[in-house]
DNA sequence: ACCTGAACACCGTTCAAGT
DNA sequence: ACCTGAACACCGTTCAAGT
């Protein structure tokens, strides 16, 4: 019945573990985290299941790899921009994560579930890395050197993790003021009496930039590092217990 | 074949949807992530499938309520404590979740998906609204506050679902010693060209307190909210751009 | 060593039929 | 209004067989 519209070129590359995974990326951005199907990714790739399960143990691996291979582009800094100081590259490499789930909105989902999946995989320790070295370059001690980056890198997923979706609601990307009016109609219908703050906000979730609040939030983790871990910010004190 | 454990009680009250939710979170809860499905369901209830379908729409609205319920009696502060001040309790919010996760391991996961698939759901607004209240009262100005409680709950959900599989994998639970064990091993045989920094704080991953750790981020916050938006704290300046 | 493709076990979901 | 349960479409994965 389906019109079985060939791919026009047969296979001309043996198959490998890379041309698996990129097929997987462009499956993911074309459909979402549902349109990553076995059968899709064999019709794709013209072969059959055990081929491809001849170069991947299975589909988790198969998901891994893919986020893996794009946040690995994301992370590497374009050697456009010079060196430049360690907080502006920590927030250009937070920045490339943003962009990234901007571009593949599956990987939202992706890091999420890795995260709480395997927590040190691959794709969790590229970002700590990269995170990592830019906040020892800022001069914290070795001793805080671990708890400082944990806290940036899981700020960073729990905001990008959220931000994907404003631009897409189950895979389609919807209208970015549409998405804020359904966000502040819910909002409204909320019993005032268990959501006075969520109510009381209400107009600023219209008004923000996700950009700009992202960095706002990287920009409180790094003055709370700066401020108990550096020589320089001993000035401040932590709110009291 | 099956031996046909036949649940000793019969259906004795009605089914509703609480009561489906509540075999959810008791098959989640045993069986982890993959133990929820629709036929384990069924045979725990007593039922068909027609049956569930006709309370609840289909299995994500399902995953949402489980969590939802999980999570209102978590963000929910036990009345023992006196009120307190702000960033105490703020504090408190948050281990609330952190705990709930240990309780609950699936809810990790089950917290990632929701916040990159429908970003304002109930369980998010729930916790931005727990969340938003305390960082109200801590004096942050009105036209702040968005912003400070989005820090703070990105942070709160990117930490607990990395913390939660710091004492399982794939839903077995294991021993924490053996766990960052494998770890700080697997950290071991990194390229250290690439993995410098990862490297050189292995040991700090081992010595490690999740729960310090994951105060240790909260503070950070706080603190660059309290600098950077509280008059009493004009004196820290941002990390330069 | 690498690939084929039929077959298997399992899943979420539907729906005509009952009460 | 609420429940039953067979049936459907689809999925990840396996494996004996080919080259």
């Known amino acids: 019945m389906a019109t079985r519209t060939r791919r026009s070129q047969r296979r001309t590359e043996a198959l490998s573990r890379q041309r698996i995974v990129e097929a997987a990326v462009q499956l993911l951005d074309a459909a979402g985290e549902g349109g990553l199907t076995f059968r899709a990714l064999t019709e ?7 081929a491809i399960y001849w170069h991947v143990a299975n589909k988790s691996e198969l998901l891994d790899a893919a986020a893996d291979a794009v946040v690995a582009a994301a992370v590497a800094l374009k ?42 995989g691959s794709v969790t320790t590229r970002i700590f890395e990269s995170i990592g070295q830019r906040v020892r370059a800022l001069g914290v001690p070795d001793g805080n050197l671990f708890t400082a980056t944990s806290a940036l890198v899981h700020y960073i ?29 819910a909002w409204e219908e909320l019993d005032p009496d268990d959501y006075p703050f969520t109510r009381a906000v209400v107009d600023q979730v219209r008004e923000h930039d996700d950009r700009e609040q992202f960095l706002a939030g990287i920009d409180f983790v790094l003055t709370g590092i700066t401020a108990l871990h550096l020589p320089s910010g001993q000035a401040c004190t932590p709110p009291a217990a």
């Open 44 to 50: 794709r790739l013209a072969t059959g299941p055990g």
């Open 79 to 120: 050697p456009a921009e010079p060196p430049g100081a360690p907080p502006g590259e920590i927030r250009a490499v937070a920045l490339g994560l943003f962009d990234a789930i901007d571009e593949h909105p599956w990987l939202a989902t992706q890091l999420a579930m890795q995260l709480s999946r395997s927590p040190w």
């Open 157 to 185: 997923l729990g905001a990008v993790g959220q931000n994907a979706a404003n631009t897409r609601v189950d895979g389609l990307h919807v209208d970015r003021g549409e998405f804020l009016d359904a966000v502040s109609t």
